[in-house]
């Protein structure tokens, strides 16, 4: 059974940081790209950044490049994202995601259709100002 556990999530005052997780079992982890997203309240998921396992790439939306950072951690089929300098805007429900036997460019898993990929329950991350 593919099962991707998100937590991390909290309540943190503007220019703050927090760091996701995203536990992973059930499929290939070496053979997937893992995905976060997130979705406030009245807007649309968005995407935020992917890590491709099987080549390393790393795709970021502009939208966060420079404030989050992915990484992976194949030994505990986990993969992180540590978000710095959060704002009130980034208050959403954050979910990962994985593209199970990915097979695309590393650096673009972040751009296929959502039903592509496999999701897991959210993590309420909260920035208050």
């Known amino acids: 059974e593919v099962q991707l556990q998100a937590s991390g999530g909290g309540s943190v005052q503007a220019g703050g940081s927090l760091t996701l997780s995203c536990i992973t079992s059930g499929f290939s982890f070496n053979g997937s790209a893992i995905g976060w997203f997130r979705q406030a309240p009245g807007k649309e998921r968005e995407r935020l950044a992917c890590y491709s396992n099987t080549d390393g790439g790393i795709h970021y939306a502009d939208s966060v490049k420079g404030r989050f950072t992915i990484s992976s951690d194949n030994a505990k089929k986990t993969v992180s994202l540590q978000m710095d300098n959060l704002q009130p805007e980034d208050t959403a429900v954050y979910y990962c995601?994985?593209?199970?036997?990915?097979?695309?460019?590393?650096?673009?898993?972040?751009?296929?259709?959502?039903?592509?990929?496999?999701w897991g329950q959210g993590t309420q991350v909260t920035v208050s100002s």
């Open positions: 995601a994985a593209f199970i036997n990915y097979g695309g460019w590393g650096t673009l898993c972040l751009l296929y259709d959502f039903r592509s990929y496999s």
